[in-house]
C-alpha cells in the first residue's frame, strides 16, 4: 500500500516536472507562424463547414452544405478569390452535440489545416471559443450568442441574439404592419415554449411589439418544451380570451413548427380569424403534406433574407446556383441553403475585399468597416453585424398551398434592448 | 366548468397513448425484469417505417399499420428476445439498463441507416429529416367535429381512442381468461418456478416481448401524427408514460393502463389551472417527471435495502493476490506513455481528442463509485456535471481563482449529490434509476433554466487553469495532467476500496441486512457514495468544462448522462482503471471509424448499441470480460485433471438394482459446482418409484447442489442423470419437468400473487381434478379467490403439494419441505409425501429433521463433502452414521465443507 502511493507520488512528479518545463518552453502559439498562412496556398484556399445534418430529434440542416458548395462552385467558376479557388471541404456533422461540434472545429482546424469556416450552422456552437482562440474566421447562422462579440465569428445576418446592451430588430413588427394595416389599437397575444429560451423569447419581443404601437394582452412561456402536446385546449382558451374576454388581433407563436401545426390547427378550429404568426415554417417542404398545408394556412412567416417568391437577380441566380449543384434538378428550396449560401457569400465578399495578399490579419482587416448593400440579407455592415442583426426581414403568407410575400423584404431600424 | 370538461376528456385522448406504452412497459418487465429503455424507440422504428411504407412508397394506410403493429413489431421483439432479452434476464440489473440504453440510440439509427441504404439502392423511399405533420392511419388532415361549444375531437384522436380500447380489452381478457394468460402472470411472479413446473419462461417471455413490441408499434403508428419522426421525443414520451407503469408498479396491466389516462388528464389540468407557478421557468414542463419521481417515492413497495441493485456476482478477481507489480504494472506502464506520448509523437488533434477523453474520464470514475461499489445505477451524473461546471464558471465570472472555483462547483455537485440520494435511497435498483432520471430531468427542464445560474445561451467562460509554470492551455500540457489526475483518482478510489470505509461499501452491496448486523448502517454507507461519486463526477465535469473553455446549461443533458453509463458499463464498471478506459474508447473511437470504417453516421451509433448484445455476454464489460476469458482457457485443463483423480480414489456405494422397471431417477457420478467452486465430486444415487429417498447431510455438502442438478437448473460438469431410464444430463428444466421430474424448492414452490385457483389451474388444468383438491383440503376451498401470498407457511406448503396428489409425478425433488413449519403441518406434509409414494412416484427427499424423515424413507443416503459416504436401507441406519452424517464425518473438519458451501452459493443464489 505505502509502496503503492510511494510508486505513484514519484510518477506524478515526474510527470508535473515534465509538463511545467514543457509549456513553458513551447508556449501556446497558434499554428499560423511563419510565412505560410494555413489554408492558404497559391492556388487555393482551404474552407470546412459545420452543419447540425443527423439529429435524434429529426431537425437537419444538411441542405446548409449544399448552399456553400453551390456559392464556391460559382466563386471557382468565376475564376476563383484574387485568382485563389476555393476549396471546400464539405460539411462535419455534428449531430447537434457540443463534442461533436468542438471535435469538429478542431479536426478542420489542427488536422484538414483550413483558412476558415464557412457554413457553421447547428443549435450549439462549443467550438466557438476554440476557433476564436486559433483565430479562425468563421461563418454562419447567427442564432447563437458566439456570433455576437467575438471578433472571429460572422453570422450571415448579423447577430440575430439580442445581447444586454444591443438591439432588437423590429423586423416582426414592423413587417406586420403591413398585413394589420397599422399597429393602433391591435392587440398581440404571445406564445412561447416554458424554458429559458421561451422566456428569453417573451421578454424580447414584448418589448419589441410594444414599441412598434401594438397592444401586447398575453405573453406567456408556458408550452411544455419537451414534447408537443396532443391537446392545445388550455392553451386556446386563454389565449383566445386575453383581450379582455375576446380574442387579440394577432396570435404570435415562437415556437417550432411541430409546436405550431398543434396550437394553429387548434386556434383555427375554436374559429379564430385573427392573424396567425410564427419564425419558423418557411418551407416549401411542408407544403408537400395535406396536414400541414391545412394547419399553417393563412399563417404569415417572419423571414430574415429575401423570400424565394421574389423576382431580383440575386434570386434568380441563387435558384440557378443550387439547381447546377444539385446536379441540374430542381430541389426544393429551402432556408438551410439559403443560411449556406449567404454565409459562403459573406466569407467570399470579405476575403475579396482582403486582397491578393490574404492572411488572417488582413482578412480581419478587411472585415473591420466591411459593408455592402442590397443583398439578399439587405444590407450588410461590420463590425456592426457582430453586435446586432441586419434588421432586414419579410413576411410570406401561406396560402392554398403557396407562399405569398405579404409584407416585401425590407431593412428597419432597431430599438435598443432593455 | 366546461373547461373542465374539455380538459378531461381531451386528456384521455393523449392519455391512451401513454396507457398504450406503459402497458408495454409492464409486460416487458414482467416477461423478463427488465425495464426496457428502448420501448420509445420500437414506437419510433414502427413510425419510421409507416411513414415510408405509406407516404414513401404509397402502400395503403391501414393494412400497413396492420401489418406493422400486428407482425413486424411483434417479429421485432421475438428478435430481440432471442438475441438479448432472455440472456440479459440473468444477468445483473446495471447490464439489464444499459443494454436497452444502447439499444435507445441503436434502433433509432438502424432504422435510419436502412432508409439511407434503401434511398442509395434507388427505392423511392423518402428523406426521415424534417418531416411534420405526418399522415397517421386516418383521414390527413385530421377531419374534426365539434361536439359542444369548445369540445372538438379529430379523427386521430378518435382513432387514438377507439385502438386503445379495443387493446384494453383484448388484453384483459388475454391475461385473466386464457391459460396463456395465466402462465405469463406466473411467471411475473416466479420464472425459476415456472421452469420447474415444465412451462418455458424463455418461451412466455418471448410471447410479452412480441406483445409488448406489438404495443409499442400500435403507439408508435397512433402518434406519428403528433410526434413526427423524432426519436428524441418518443423516447421523452416514454418516460412520461413510465410514470403509469409506476402506477401500476411494473406488474399491473390494468392500473398501469388506467394510470396512463389519468397521467394525460392530470397534465392537462396542471396546463390549464398551474398559473400559480408562472413565475418558475420550466414548471410545466418538468410537470411529467414530477409525477414520475413523485410516484416511484410514494408508490413502490421497498423490496430490497436502500437502493441495493439485485446482486450480480462480482467477477472472480484473478489478480487477487498477485503482486503489485503485476496488478497495476500494466497500467502504470500505459499511463506513462501516455503521458509521453502527448510529447512526442500525437499531433495537436489527437493531443486534443485523448485529452478531452481524459477528462470524460474523470467523470466516468464516478460511475465506478455509485455503481460499481454501490450497486446503485445513477442517470443524474450529467446533472451533477453541469451543475458543479456552472457553478464553478459562474463564481469565475465573479473572478474567483480555478481551484477555489472547481472546488466550491465539486461541493455543490456533492450537495446536489446528497440531495438526490436522500429521497432516492429507500427505493429498490430500477426505481431508484428511474428515480434518478426524473430528477435529472427536473434539473434540466427547471434547476438549469434559471437565468442567473445558466447565463441564457452563452453559458460561462472555464478558462483553463495556469499554475505556475504549467500552463493548461497547452492541450499537451491539460492531456498530462489529466493522465495525473485520472491515476490519482484511480490511485485513491483503490486505496478507498481496501480501506476500512471501503470494505463496509463492499459489504453493504454484496449484503445489506448482514453488514446492518455487523454495525454499518446502509443508509449512511449508500448516502456516502452516491455525495462522493456526485462529487467526482463534479470535479471531472469542471475539468471538462474547463477542456472545452466554457460551459452552457444543454451541453449534458439528462440523456447524455444515459449514454455515458451505457459507455462505461460496456467498458466495465467494477473497477475506475476500466472507466479510463471508457473515456478514452467514448472519445477515439468515433474519428478512428469516420476515418478507417464508414462515412455513414449511423453505422457506428448501430455498432455502439450493439455493445448492448455483447454485455448480455459478458455482463461486467469488455475490460474484465478480457483477463476472465484469458484466465477460463488457462485453467480448463489442469481443473479437469484435478476432478479426475478424486473421483478415481471414492467409489459412492449404490443400492442394488431391480432388473424390471428403470429406476425413475438415477444420478450416475454427478461432478457439479458454481464458477470455480466444485461442489459434487461423484455423487451418485437411485430412486425406484414409489420408494422415498432421504438425502442427510451437514450444511454444506451438496445436498441442494444434488436438487438443482437432478432438476436441471444446474447443468453438471460431468456424470449423468437417468429419467426413466432415459439420459436426460443435457436437459434442462422443463424438459425435465415434462419428463416428470418436479423440484419442490426450498421455501414455498407456490405462485405469490396468484389466487389458489390459479395456482391450482397451472397444475390442473382439469376443473374436476381442482375440485378433488378442493374437496380433500376445505381450508384451501373456503379461500380459492384468496391471492396464495396471503397463506401461511403451512398452507402455502399444502397448496404446492397437493395437486401432485391428483396427477402424480414420475419424480418428486423435495428440498427440505418441512422448513420453518410447525409440527402439526409437518406431519400433514409427510403424510402428503407418503401418500404420493403409494401412487408411485419416487421420491428424493432432502431433510435437516432427519428422526422425522427416518420415519417415512425407504433409503436412506448420507452425503459429505459433495460425496455419497454411505447409502443403504432405513433399517441398516445406525445412530451413530446419523450423527456422523450430521457432524461431517470428522476426520478433515466441516470448516473446508462450509467454506465450499458458502462460495458456491454466493455465487449463485440471489
Redesign the interface.
Known amino acids: 500500500?505505502s509502496?503503492?502511493?510511494r510508486?505513484?507520488t514519484a510518477?506524478?512528479a515526474a510527470?508535473?516536472l515534465?509538463?511545467?518545463?514543457?509549456?513553458?518552453a513551447?508556449?501556446?502559439s497558434p499554428?499560423s507562424k511563419g510565412s505560410s498562412v494555413r489554408g492558404v496556398t497559391d492556388g487555393a484556399i482551404k474552407v470546412g463547414g459545420i452543419v447540425s445534418?443527423?439529429?435524434?430529434?429529426?431537425?437537419?440542416k444538411?441542405d446548409t452544405d449544399l448552399g456553400a458548395r453551390a456559392r464556391f462552385a460559382r466563386a471557382n467558376a468565376e475564376g476563383g478569390i484574387n485568382g485563389r479557388k476555393i476549396d471546400y471541404l464539405g460539411a462535419e456533422?455534428d449531430?447537434q452535440d457540443?463534442?461533436?461540434n468542438?471535435?469538429a472545429a478542431?479536426?478542420l482546424v489542427?488536422?484538414d489545416k483550413v483558412f476558415a469556416i464557412s457554413p457553421m450552422s447547428s443549435v450549439?456552437f462549443?467550438g466557438?471559443?476554440?476557433l476564436q482562440?486559433q483565430k479562425v474566421p468563421t461563418f454562419g447562422w447567427g442564432t447563437?450568442?458566439?456570433f455576437c462579440g467575438p471578433t472571429y465569428i460572422y453570422g450571415f445576418g448579423g447577430c440575430m441574439?439580442p445581447m444586454p446592451g444591443g438591439t432588437i430588430s423590429q423586423t416582426w413588427p414592423e413587417g406586420l404592419k403591413q398585413v394589420t394595416h397599422g399597429a393602433m389599437g391591435k392587440t398581440v397575444a404571445i406564445l412561447a415554449?416554458?424554458?429559458?429560451?421561451?422566456?428569453?423569447a417573451i421578454r424580447t419581443y414584448k418589448q419589441s411589439f410594444a414599441s412598434a404601437g401594438y397592444k401586447v394582452t398575453f405573453a406567456?412561456?408556458?408550452?411544455?418544451?419537451?414534447?408537443?402536446?396532443?391537446?392545445w385546449?388550455?392553451?386556446t382558451?386563454e389565449i383566445l380570451r386575453s383581450d379582455g374576454g375576446k380574442a387579440p388581433d394577432i396570435v404570435v407563436s415562437v415556437m417550432q413548427?411541430?409546436y405550431n401545426?398543434?396550437l394553429f390547427t387548434a386556434v383555427k378550429?375554436?374559429g379564430y380569424r385573427g392573424v396567425l404568426t410564427d419564425p419558423t415554417d418557411y418551407?416549401p417542404?411542408?407544403l408537400a403534406?395535406?396536414?400541414?398545408?391545412?394547419?399553417l394556412d393563412g399563417v404569415h412567416i417572419l423571414l430574415t433574407f429575401e423570400p424565394f417568391e421574389t423576382r431580383s437577380a440575386a434570386m434568380k441566380q441563387f435558384k440557378a446556383d443550387i439547381k447546377k449543384a444539385s446536379g441540374g434538378k430542381d430541389v426544393p428550396l429551402?432556408m438551410h441553403m439559403m443560411t449556406g449560401y449567404m454565409s459562403a457569400d459573406l466569407f467570399l465578399s470579405i476575403a475579396q475585399k482582403a486582397g491578393q495578399n490574404l492572411t488572417v490579419a488582413s482578412f480581419q482587416k478587411a472585415a473591420d468597416g466591411f459593408s455592402d448593400t442590397g443583398t439578399m440579407v439587405g444590407d450588410r455592415a461590420l463590425p456592426k453585424g457582430q453586435k446586432e442583426s441586419f434588421g432586414c426581414g419579410a413576411l410570406v403568407q401561406l396560402k392554398n398551398g403557396a407562399y405569398h410575400v405579404s409584407s416585401p423584404f425590407k431593412c428597419y431600424e432597431p430599438i435598443p434592448f432593455k | 366548468m366546461s373547461?373542465l370538461l374539455?380538459?378531461v376528456l381531451?386528456?384521455l385522448?393523449?392519455g391512451a397513448?401513454y396507457a398504450l406504452l406503459a402497458t408495454g412497459l409492464v409486460l416487458s418487465y414482467s416477461a423478463s425484469g427488465l425495464f426496457n429503455f428502448a420501448h420509445g424507440a420500437t414506437a419510433y422504428l414502427c413510425a419510421l417505417a409507416f411513414y415510408e411504407l405509406h407516404s414513401g412508397l404509397g402502400w395503403p394506410a391501414v393494412p400497413t399499420a396492420l401489418l406493422l403493429v400486428c407482425v413486424a413489431s411483434p417479429l421485432l421483439g421475438w428478435g430481440l428476445d432471442r438475441l438479448m432479452f432472455r440472456k440479459l434476464a440473468r444477468v445483473g440489473e446495471t447490464a439489464q439498463i444499459v443494454a436497452t440504453i444502447g439499444l435507445l440510440?441503436a434502433l433509432?439509427a438502424l432504422g435510419?441507416w436502412v432508409v439511407e441504404l434503401l434511398d442509395d439502392a434507388g427505392v423511392s423511399v423518402k428523406p426521415?429529416?424534417?418531416?411534420?405533420?405526418?399522415?397517421g392511419v386516418g383521414p390527413?388532415?385530421?377531419k374534426?367535429w365539434?361536439l359542444m361549444d369548445?369540445v372538438?375531437i379529430d379523427s386521430d384522436?378518435l382513432i387514438t381512442w377507439v385502438a386503445t380500447a379495443a387493446v384494453a380489452l383484448g388484453l384483459w381478457i388475454l391475461m385473466r381468461h386464457t391459460t396463456l394468460g395465466l402462465r405469463l402472470r406466473a411467471a411475473v411472479d416466479n420464472r425459476s418456478l415456472v421452469e420447474l413446473r415444465g412451462m418455458s419462461a424463455d418461451r412466455l417471455s418471448t410471447v410479452a416481448w412480441m406483445l409488448s413490441s406489438g404495443l409499442a408499434g400500435l403507439a408508435g403508428v397512433l402518434a406519428t401524427?403528433?410526434?413526427?419522426?423524432?426519436?428524441?421525443?418518443f423516447?421523452?414520451?416514454l418516460f412520461?408514460s413510465a410514470t403509469a407503469a409506476v402506477l401500476g408498479r411494473f406488474a399491473s396491466v390494468p392500473l398501469a393502463f388506467a394510470g396512463g389516462l389519468g397521467l394525460?388528464v392530470l397534465q392537462?389540468l396542471v396546463?390549464?389551472y398551474s398559473s400559480f407557478a408562472?413565475r418558475i421557468?420550466?414548471?410545466?414542463?418538468a410537470?411529467p417527471f414530477l409525477i414520475l419521481f413523485a410516484g416511484l417515492l410514494l408508490l413502490t413497495r421497498r423490496q430490497r435495502t436502500a437502493g441495493t441493485a439485485a446482486a450480480d456476482a462480482p467477477p472472480v478477481d484473478y489478480l487477487a493476490g498477485r503482486p503489485?507489480a503485476r496488478k497495476?504494472g500494466p497500467w502504470?506502464m500505459a499511463?506513462?506513455l501516455l503521458?509521453a506520448a502527448f510529447?512526442t509523437v500525437t499531433?495537436?488533434?489527437w493531443s486534443?481528442?485523448l485529452a478531452?477523453g481524459l477528462a470524460l474520464s474523470l467523470v466516468f470514475v464516478s460511475f465506478t463509485v455509485v455503481t460499481g461499489l454501490g450497486a446503485m445505477v445513477s442517470l443524474a451524473q450529467a446533472t451533477f456535471v453541469t451543475g458543479a461546471a456552472l457553478v464553478a464558471g459562474l463564481l469565475m465570472s465573479h473572478g474567483w481563482p480555478f481551484i477555489a472555483a472547481a472546488l466550491v462547483g465539486t461541493c455543490v455537485a456533492a450537495v446536489l449529490g446528497a440531495l438526490v440520494a436522500l429521497p432516492a435511497l429507500r427505493l429498490g435498483g430500477r426505481t431508484l434509476a428511474l428515480a434518478t432520471l426524473a430528477l435529472a430531468?427536473l434539473a434540466d427542464?427547471v434547476l438549469f433554466?434559471?437565468?442567473w445560474l445558466?447565463n441564457?445561451?452563452?453559458g460561462w467562460?472555464i478558462p483553463r487553469p495556469v499554475f505556475?509554470?504549467?500552463?493548461?492551455?497547452?492541450d499537451?500540457?491539460m492531456g498530462?495532467?489529466m493522465?495525473?489526475l485520472c491515476?490519482?483518482a484511480v490511485?485513491a478510489l483503490?486505496?478507498l476500496r481496501?480501506s476500512p470505509s471501503g470494505r463496509a461499501m463492499l459489504a453493504v452491496r454484496s449484503a445489506p441486512a448482514a453488514a446492518m448486523a455487523s454495525g454499518v448502517s446502509v443508509i449512511r454507507t449508500k448516502l456516502l457514495l452516491f455525495t462522493l461519486s456526485a462529487g467526482l463526477a463534479g470535479f471531472g465535469g469542471v475539468m471538462y468544462a474547463s477542456y472545452?473553455?466554457?460551459i452552457?446549461?444543454?451541453?449534458f443533458t439528462a440523456?447524455t448522462g444515459l449514454i455515458w453509463l451505457a459507455v462505461v458499463v460496456a467498458a466495465g464498471v467494477r473497477r475506475p482503471q476500466f472507466a479510463v478506459v471508457a473515456g478514452l474508447v467514448y472519445a477515439i473511437v468515433?474519428?478512428l471509424v469516420a476515418d478507417y470504417v464508414t462515412d455513414s453516421?449511423?453505422l457506428p451509433v448501430v455498432l455502439f448499441g450493439l455493445a448492448g448484445l455483447a454485455l448480455a455476454n459478458d455482463p461486467d464489460g469488455y475490460c474484465a470480460a478480457i483477463s476472465v476469458r484469458r484466465h477460463r482457457r488457462r485453467s480448463t485443463n489442469p481443473g479437469a485433471a484435478g476432478i479426475g483423480l478424486s473421483e478415481a480414489t471414492v467409489q459412492a456405494p449404490t443400492p442394488p438394482q431391480d432388473s424390471g422397471t428403470p429406476p425413475a431417477l438415477e444420478l450416475r457420478g454427478l461432478h457439479a459446482g458454481y464458477d470455480g467452486a466444485p461442489v459434487l465430486h461423484g455423487v451418485g444415487i437411485t430412486v425406484h418409484p414409489g420408494e422415498i429417498v432421504a438425502l442427510l447431510g451437514p450444511n454444506g455438502s451438496g445436498k441442494s447442489t444434488t436438487c438443482r442438478t437432478a432438476a436441471g437448473l444446474l447443468t453438471p460438469l460431468r456424470g449423468q442423470v437417468y429419467v426413466a431410464g432415459q439420459d436426460v444430463t443435457r436437459e434442462g428444466p422443463v424438459r425435465r419437468a415434462r419428463a416428470g421430474v418436479l423440484l419442490a424448492p426450498e421455501g414455498r414452490g407456490i405462485f405469490p400473487a396468484l389466487t389458489i385457483e390459479e395456482n391450482l389451474t397451472l397444475h390442473l388444468a382439469d376443473k374436476h381434478a381442482r375440485e378433488a383438491v378442493y374437496e380433500r383440503f376445505a381450508g384451501l376451498a373456503a379461500r380459492r379467490n384468496v391471492t396464495a401470498g396471503a397463506l401461511s407457511g403451512g398452507e402455502q406448503q399444502l397448496l404446492a403439494l397437493a395437486p401432485l396428489l391428483q396427477e402424480p409425478p414420475r419424480v418428486l425433488i423435495a428440498d427440505e419441505p418441512s422448513l420453518g413449519l410447525a409440527p402439526r403441518i409437518v406431519e400433514d406434509v409427510f403424510r402428503l409425501l407418503t401418500e404420493l409414494r403409494d401412487a408411485g412416484t419416487g421420491l428424493l427427499l432432502v431433510e435437516e429433521k432427519a428422526t422425522e424423515i427416518l420415519g417415512v424413507a425407504d433409503t436412506v443416503a448420507y452425503l459429505d463433502r459433495g460425496r455419497v459416504s454411505w447409502c443403504g436401507p432405513r433399517a441398516d441406519v445406525r445412530a451413530d452414521r446419523l450423527t456422523e452424517a450430521y457432524l461431517g464425518l470428522a476426520a478433515s473438519g466441516p470448516g473446508r465443507a462450509q467454506d465450499a458451501k458458502a462460495e458456491g452459493e454466493g455465487a449463485v443464489r440471489p
Open positions: 500500500m509502496r503503492n502511493v510508486v505513484i510518477t506524478v510527470l508535473l515534465a509538463t511545467a518545463c514543457n509549456s513553458a513551447t508556449g501556446n499554428d445534418m443527423t439529429t435524434a430529434s429529426g431537425y437537419s444538411k456533422d449531430g457540443p463534442a461533436k468542438l471535435a478542431r479536426k489542427q488536422q450549439t462549443s466557438a471559443d476554440f482562440k447563437i450568442p458566439s441574439v415554449n416554458d424554458n429559458d429560451a421561451g422566456t428569453f406567456k412561456s408556458s408550452v411544455p418544451a419537451t414534447s408537443v402536446p396532443s391537446d385546449s388550455a392553451y382558451k413548427t411541430p401545426i398543434g378550429r375554436s418551407d417542404g411542408l403534406k395535406s396536414a400541414t398545408k391545412e394547419a429551402n | 373547461d374539455v380538459f381531451s386528456g385522448v393523449s397513448l440510440v433509432p435510419l426521415a429529416e424534417n418531416q411534420f405533420g405526418l399522415p390527413s388532415p385530421a374534426n365539434q369548445g372538438g384522436q401524427p403528433l410526434l413526427g419522426l423524432s426519436a428524441h421525443d423516447t421523452l414520451f412520461v394525460g392537462n396546463a390549464g408562472e421557468t420550466g414548471f410545466r414542463t410537470v503489485w497495476w502504470a499511463a506513462v503521458a510529447y499531433t495537436p488533434f486534443g481528442i478531452q430531468f427542464q433554466q434559471m437565468g445558466r441564457g445561451d452563452t467562460e505556475g509554470p504549467v500552463d493548461l492551455s497547452d499537451r500540457a498530462v495532467a493522465v495525473v491515476a490519482a490511485a483503490g486505496a481496501n472545452n473553455t466554457r452552457t446549461a444543454t451541453d440523456m468515433p474519428h453516421v449511423h
